[in-house]
T-cell receptor, first 110, second 113 residues
Framework: KQEVTQIPAALSVPEGENLVLNCSFT??????LQWFRQDPGKGLTSLLL?????REQTSGRLNASLDKSSGRSTLYIAASQPGDSATYLC?????????FGTGTRLLVSP | EAGVAQSPRYKIIEKRQSVAFWCNPI?????LYWYQQILGQGPKLLIQ????????DSQLPKDRFSAERLKGVDSTLKIQPAKLEDSAVYLC???????????FGQGTRLTVV
């Protein structure tokens, strides 16, 4: 059974800092890994999708890496802004399933 | 391109009442998921459809929850009777053919009092 863990559970940083969010999964037989953002009371917004054959994906200030053999992914946020404050969730897609971690709650203060 | 549509956005009911949620996935997406997200937790899969067939409903409390996907397009999730612990956000998501990028709706926030 796939289990996904995210560390840290919560993170508070001043504006401008670079930061790393971690995601680990127990079963390396995945098709892809997806990072989502969730604002309070809202649904999930897809940020980045990494296929199992890829090592990383970049979108603007966001960079996600994937090490399938060690069961790890990181989401790097450069030059954080208050608007980045949200909960970040990673999810792995195995055989026809999308399994989520518990999320990292990020607060970026001005 | 229209996203995943869900309704209602919010619902408050008393325990033991019934409630239904509706989801319209992105056009052409074969896979549809219903997730339950309790406050402070990650989303938990309730049921997965591939077209109009059920792929996985192992975590669906079948004594009170039911779901269907009409003609492989829209889907409804029903709870009858509701319990206090069913208070959560119910998220619907859809995917194109195969394990591709999943897109989520805004969710329905259910409060059972």
């Amino acid at each position: 059974k796939q289990e996904v863990t995210q560390i840290p559970a919560a993170l508070s940083v001043p504006e401008g800092e670079n930061l790393v969010l971690n995601c680990s999964f127990t079963d390396s037989a995945i098709y892809n890994l997806q990072w989502f953002r969730q604002d309070p009371g809202k649904g999930l917004t897809s940020l980045l999708l990494i296929q199992s054959s890829q090592r990383e994906q970049t979108s603007g200030r966001l960079n996600a890496s994937l090490d399938k053999s060690s069961g790890r992914s990181t989401l790097y946020i450069a030059a954080s802004q208050p608007g980045d404050s949200a909960t970040y969730l990673c999810a792995v897609s195995g055989f026809q399933k999308l399994v989520f971690g518990t999320g990292t709650r990020l607060l970026v203060s001005p | 391109e229209a996203g995943v549509a869900q309704s209602p956005r919010y619902k408050i009911i008393e325990k033991r009442q019934s409630v239904a949620f509706w989801c319209n996935p992105i056009s052409g997406h074969a896979t549809l998921y219903w997730y339950q997200q309790i406050l402070g937790q990650g989303p938990k899969l309730l049921i997965q459809f591939q077209n109009n067939g059920v792929v996985d409903d192992s975590q669906l409390p079948k004594d009170r929850f039911s779901a269907e996907r009409l003609k492989g397009v829209d889907s409804t999730l029903k709870i009858q009777p509701a319990k206090l612990e069913d208070s959560a956000v119910y998220l619907c998501a859809s995917e194109g053919g195969g394990p591709t990028e999943a897109f989520f709706g805004q969710g329905t926030r259910l409060t059972v009092v």
